[in-house]
């Protein structure tokens, strides 16, 4: 429900020319490994079953460091965990940490680091 409702809300925003969403970390790293289109913003939810958005990150920043340009990523959760503060801060992919639902307003302020 989260992903449906972040997408309405990304597209309402005309920011981007396309969003794709994706069932889960490993959808996401297959679009990438496969040469898909890299993205150039990842809304990471940091629960998102079988791993989380820091083991995500733990896997693929390798692979995710080499696509041109390096998409910005921002965290998404549902609370703002002073812990996962903290370990966010240790990625230097993450960019931001944002708490959902995704408005229209957050959104905007995520689009703003891709200038």
């Keep these: 429900m989260d992903r449906?409702?972040?997408k309405r809300s990304i597209g309402k925003l005309?920011?981007?020319e396309?969003?794709?969403?994706f069932e889960g970390p490993a959808a996401a790293m297959q679009?990438?490994?496969?040469g898909g289109r890299p993205p150039e913003l990842i809304?990471?939810?940091i629960n998102m079953p079988p791993v989380t958005?820091?083991?995500?990150?733990e896997k693929c920043s390798a692979q995710i460091e080499r696509l041109d340009p390096v998409p910005v990523i921002v965290i998404v959760s549902t609370t703002v965990n002073p812990a996962d503060l903290e370990r966010a801060a240790r990625f230097p992919l993450i960019r931001k940490f944002l708490t959902k639902p995704l408005s229209a307003d957050r959104v905007a302020?995520?689009?703003a680091l891709l200038e």
């Design 53 to 57: 958005g820091f083991e995500f990150l």
């Design 4 to 6: 449906k409702f972040a």
């Design 43 to 45: 809304f990471l939810d």
């Design 18 to 21: 396309t969003v794709e969403l």
């Design 14 to 16: 005309h920011l981007f």
């Design 109 to 111: 302020e995520a689009a």
């Design 31 to 34: 679009h990438i490994e496969e």
